[in-house]
């Protein structure tokens, strides 16, 4: 008889145990999937643990319960290499998530539901680097912040992104692992392919918010997964980003940057610029003038929708979202049909996707004095159709569905607007580029603002021939001093006294704990209750770590629920290990880098 432990490949929440203990009368292979059943229903795991009865009696004895046996094994040799099960657990440690939704990751959909499709090819398995007896291709992963519009050009080299069908996932994950693909390029979801042997770890944009994966679970930091990877199999990092994030430059400078383009940086004041209007006077001759010499020009404005805000003029009440503390943009949809041109106002909510109709009058006084302010892609796509009637234009944001030429879509255009999306084309150029609302981006309330303004103004400046123009109210910070100097050394140092002042990453580790409810009550009621654990807990053992007190989150409510946020600075990793256990399972735990 033998002590199998396995990973369910679900979600069990932290701080339960990852690992459920069962036993078999045959000895089961580390990384080979088997069925198990809890609570009546059955899942797949990855067996992480194999180990003959006799030699566990103690623990055995010890145990608060009985144990059960496995129900069947799917695959009985391991689908995984040993590396990526040692990539999987320190994700699950280090960004607290649950150990079986990261091995999800690693483990094909489609494998699960067609084991039969299993081809085991006599692997060897080692903690380090993983080889084949039958082929040993040097790997490289190309690894990119989004699905860059591009052409392959060599049958070697495959491109992983999270949008593949669960059998082409599969495929791929397959031709990687026999060493039958070179070179791979992709976005995350390429972290959790089986390299057989992978040599290189090429990292593009480093700073891109794309490498987080906010929007999905286990949240992680891709460059952070990829440094990892990186020791585990022996792969060499290769940095190719225009700008290195924090930790990077601490480490080794401005050695990651050399022969920056030296643009023409215009700051352009918008003191005396009229309401209502989108260009300075300064702007507009600018855009005229590459208009009547065909000249390409990209405005860059990292809004969506016609305006930003309805208001009401008598009472300044503006149209709130039913599901989130945020406040509806102003939306028009155009749809031209074979003779008749419709347009139609709504308002959006960016978040939850709410959608209604404009009102006609204030909800709050009842007065129609409802009007636009502030602007957004749309609304400057209009302005330039009205100044410019016969200028051929496109508007690229997230949602565009593009040809894999990037540079033939943009032939022929005189004005390109877009938002961050415009970063996924690759080695493009405008005779001028303009920014139209970096003080928003800059303005907002998070300790990287600064650094993430920064970084997009630097990829903005290198896609500029000739001028790049900033509209702006505040000429002197050191975002655009720097941009004008072109001296990203100037900012970066700049930003890093900041934060050692502040005490921020990377100079000390951060932590966001976030609860969220229906009922806005109970959600106070969590958030205080843990707060208090938490500092009891503090005092007791005399960490060292600063728990701030609780406070309702940026966006208050999201979805329709309540949330509240509790920031602890740890002090080292010991004590984020130590404190993080006592985190209840329904709170939200975020490692802020």
């Given at each position: 008889?033998?002590?199998?432990?396995?990973?369910?490949?679900?979600?069990?929440?932290?701080?339960?145990?990852?690992?459920?203990?069962?036993?078999?009368?045959?000895?089961?292979?580390?990384?080979?999937?088997?069925?198990?059943?809890?609570?009546?229903?059955?899942?797949?795991?990855?067996?992480?643990?194999?180990?003959?009865?006799?030699?566990?009696?103690?623990?055995?004895?010890?145990?608060?319960?009985?144990?059960?046996?496995?129900?069947?094994?799917?695959?009985?040799?391991?689908?995984?290499?040993?590396?990526?099960?040692?990539?999987?657990?320190?994700?699950?440690?280090?960004?607290?998530?649950?150990?079986?939704?990261?091995?999800?990751?690693?483990?094909?959909?489609?494998?699960?539901?067609?084991?039969?499709?299993?081809?085991?090819?006599?692997?060897?398995?080692?903690?380090?680097?993983?080889?084949?007896?039958?082929?040993?291709?040097?790997?490289?992963?190309?690894?990119?912040?989004?699905?860059?519009?591009?052409?392959?050009?060599?049958?070697?080299?495959?491109?992983?992104?999270?949008?593949?069908?669960?059998?082409?996932?599969?495929?791929?994950?397959?031709?990687?692992?026999?060493?039958?693909?070179?070179?791979?390029?992709?976005?995350?979801?390429?972290?959790?392919?089986?390299?057989?042997?992978?040599?290189?770890?090429?990292?593009?944009?480093?700073?891109?918010?794309s490498h987080i994966s906010w929007d999905q679970k286990p949240h992680y930091n891709a460059i952070k997964v990829a440094k990892k990877l990186a020791k585990l199999t022996g792969a060499i990092i290769e940095n190719k980003s225009s700008l290195p994030c924090l930790s990077s430059y601490l480490a080794i400078g401005n050695s990651l940057l050399n022969n920056q383009k030296n643009?023409?940086?215009?700051?352009?004041?918008?003191?005396?610029?009229?309401?209502?209007?989108?260009?300075?006077?300064?702007?507009?001759?600018?855009?005229?003038?590459?208009?009547?010499?065909?000249?390409?020009?990209?405005?860059?404005?990292?809004?969506?929708?016609?305006?930003?805000?309805?208001?009401?003029?008598?009472?300044?009440?503006?149209?709130?979202?039913?599901?989130?503390?945020?406040?509806?943009?102003?939306?028009?949809?155009?749809?031209?049909?074979?003779?008749?041109?419709?347009?139609?106002?709504?308002?959006?909510?960016?978040?939850?996707?709410?959608?209604?109709?404009?009102?006609?009058?204030?909800?709050?006084?009842?007065?129609?004095?409802?009007?636009?302010?502030?602007?957004?892609?749309?609304?400057?796509?209009?302005?330039?159709?009205?100044?410019?009637?016969?200028?051929?234009?496109?508007?690229?944001?997230?949602?565009?569905?593009?040809?894999?030429?990037?540079?033939?879509?943009?032939?022929?255009?005189?004005?390109?607007?877009?938002?961050?999306?415009?970063?996924?084309?690759?080695?493009?150029?405008?005779?001028?580029?303009?920014?139209?609302?970096?003080?928003?981006?800059?303005?907002?309330?998070?300790?990287?603002?600064?650094?993430?303004?920064?970084?997009?103004?630097?990829?903005?400046?290198?896609?500029?021939?000739?001028?790049?123009?900033?509209?702006?109210?505040?000429?002197?910070?050191?975002?655009?001093?720097?941009?004008?100097?072109?001296?990203?050394?100037?900012?970066?140092?700049?930003?890093?006294?900041?934060?050692?002042?502040?005490?921020?990453?990377?100079?000390?580790?951060?932590?966001?704990?976030?609860?969220?409810?229906?009922?806005?009550?109970?959600?106070?009621?969590?958030?205080?209750?843990?707060?208090?654990?938490?500092?009891?807990?503090?005092?007791?053992?005399?960490?060292?770590?600063?728990?701030?007190?609780?406070?309702?989150?940026?966006?208050?409510?999201?979805?329709?629920?309540?949330?509240?946020?509790?920031?602890?600075?740890?002090?080292?990793?010991?004590?984020?290990?130590?404190?993080?256990?006592?985190?209840?399972?329904?709170?939200?735990?975020?490692?802020?880098?």
């Amino acid at each position: 008889m033998f002590l199998i432990k396995v990973v369910p490949l679900t979600n069990i929440p932290r701080p339960n145990s990852q690992e459920i203990s069962f036993f078999s009368s045959r000895k089961l292979n580390i990384g080979s999937l088997t069925e198990i059943k809890m609570r009546n229903k059955k899942y797949p795991g990855l067996v992480l643990y194999c180990d003959t009865i006799k030699h566990q009696k103690i623990a055995l004895r010890r145990a608060s319960f009985a144990l059960k046996p496995i129900e069947y094994s799917i695959i009985d040799e391991p689908v995984l290499f040993l590396y990526q099960i040692e990539l999987a657990k320190w994700i699950s440690e280090y960004y607290f998530t649950s150990l079986g939704i990261v091995l999800k990751k690693f483990v094909p959909l489609y494998l699960i539901k067609n084991p039969d499709k299993f081809v085991f090819k006599n692997f060897k398995f080692t903690i380090g680097r993983s080889t084949s007896n039958s082929k040993n291709t040097e790997q490289v992963l190309y690894l990119y912040p989004m699905k860059y519009v591009r052409n392959l050009n060599s049958e070697s080299e495959i491109e992983l992104s999270s949008r593949l069908s669960l059998k082409k996932e599969f495929d791929l994950f397959s031709k990687i692992k026999n060493g039958e693909i070179s070179e791979i390029r992709g976005v995350k979801s390429a972290l959790f392919a089986p390299y057989n042997n992978l040599k290189k770890i090429v990292i593009y944009e480093e700073l891109d918010q794309s490498h987080i994966s906010w929007d999905q679970k286990p949240h992680y930091n891709a460059i952070k997964v990829a440094k990892k990877l990186a020791k585990l199999t022996g792969a060499i990092i290769e940095n190719k980003s225009s700008l290195p994030c924090l930790s990077s430059y601490l480490a080794i400078g401005n050695s990651l940057l050399n022969n920056q383009k030296n643009n023409n940086v215009k700051l352009v004041d918008l003191q005396n610029l009229s309401y209502g209007d989108i260009f300075t006077k300064n702007i507009f001759d600018v855009l005229r003038k590459n208009y009547q010499e065909k000249k390409s020009t990209l405005i860059y404005i990292n809004r969506k929708g016609h305006s930003r805000l309805v208001v009401c003029r008598d009472c300044g009440f503006m149209p709130q979202c039913i599901n989130c503390s945020i406040t509806l943009t102003y939306h028009i949809l155009r749809k031209q049909s074979f003779l008749v041109k419709t347009i139609k106002p709504y308002l959006l909510c960016h978040y939850c996707l709410y959608k209604t109709d404009v009102p006609k009058i204030c909800d709050k006084c009842g007065y129609h004095n409802l009007g636009l302010f502030g602007f957004g892609a749309q609304q400057v796509e209009q302005k330039l159709k009205e100044l410019f009637s016969e200028a051929k234009i496109l508007y690229i944001d997230s949602e565009t569905k593009t040809a894999n030429n990037e540079q033939g879509i943009m032939n022929n255009k005189h004005f390109i607007i877009a938002t961050s999306a415009i970063f996924k084309f690759k080695a493009l150029e405008f005779y001028t580029v303009v920014a139209l609302a970096p003080d928003l981006e800059l303005n907002f309330p998070d300790y990287n603002a600064s650094l993430n303004t920064f970084f997009n103004l630097w990829r903005l400046k290198k896609l500029a021939k000739n001028d790049f123009l900033i509209q702006t109210y505040i000429k002197e910070n050191i975002v655009y001093n720097a941009l004008e100097k072109n001296n990203y050394k100037l900012f970066y140092d700049n930003e890093l006294k900041e934060r050692k002042a502040l005490n921020y990453p990377p100079f000390i580790e951060m932590i966001k704990l976030t609860f969220s409810h229906k009922s806005q009550k109970k959600a106070l009621n969590e958030a205080k209750i843990l707060h208090k654990k938490l500092e009891y807990i503090k005092d007791k053992k005399k960490l060292n770590t600063k728990i701030f007190d609780f406070m309702p989150a940026l966006i208050y409510k999201l979805k329709g629920k309540f949330r509240y946020e509790i920031i602890i600075k740890i002090g080292n990793k010991d004590v984020k290990k130590y404190l993080l256990q006592f985190i209840p399972f329904n709170w939200e735990v975020d490692i802020l880098e």
